[in-house]
């Protein structure tokens, strides 16, 4: 059961008035269906529109950010709940504690970096929670492309490359994350995994 969803996001705003569509249009969706938002903790870029969105629709918002980023990044001052912590493995940590599904919007390094750690430990089978893009203006073609060349080329299990979904609609995204049940083991070392 999903209750609360993390969002990976950027402290940017992007070159395209898409991102902050997008956004917006998660923040809302995810407070219209009852869930909470858990995110970075930043009132500015897609981080702070998304969280703009949440509350304005009354949802829950749980901020998380490294005490060092705090001045740099300018955290939101009207959340539910801020945790400020001491690092960035710890914020990744309580931000996988505290939720039950994980999606990324559109960003730059840290974005994907937790992006690719939480795909990491679904691969490792350390949580079993569903993961999904949401896509706005085509961002992530290339890196879909990437990953689909990944299992070609015989370094990631067509199994695994599943545990990542993809969509480019608020409702949409939310629809799948919430009919989304955990697919049989498919052990990164097990025989034959790469063929799965």
Known sequence: MIRRVTVFC??????????LDTARELGAA???????????????????????AALAAGGEVIGVMPQG?????????GLTAFHAVTSMHQRKA????????F??????????????????WGQLELHAKPIALLDA???????????DHAVAEGFLASAHRGLL???TDAAAVLDRI????????????EPGALER
């Open 30 to 52: 995810i407070a219209g269906r009852g869930l909470g938002l858990v995110y970075g903790g930043a009132r500015v870029g897609t981080m702070g529109a998304l969280a703009d």
């Open 178 to 189: 919430q009919a989304w049940r955990p697919l049989p083991a498919a052990s990164k070392w």
């Open 137 to 147: 203006a085509g961002f992530f073609e290339r890196l879909l492309g990437c990953l």
């Open 10 to 19: 950027g402290s940017r705003s992007g070159a395209l008035p898409a991102y």
């Open 165 to 167: 979904l993809h969509e």
């Open 103 to 120: 999606i990324a919007l559109p960003g730059g390094y840290g974005t994907l970096d937790e992006l690719f750690e939480i795909l990491t």
């Open 69 to 77: 980023l705090i001045d740099r990044e300018v955290a939101h001052p």
């Open 94 to 101: 309580l931000m996988a504690d505290l939720s039950d599904a």
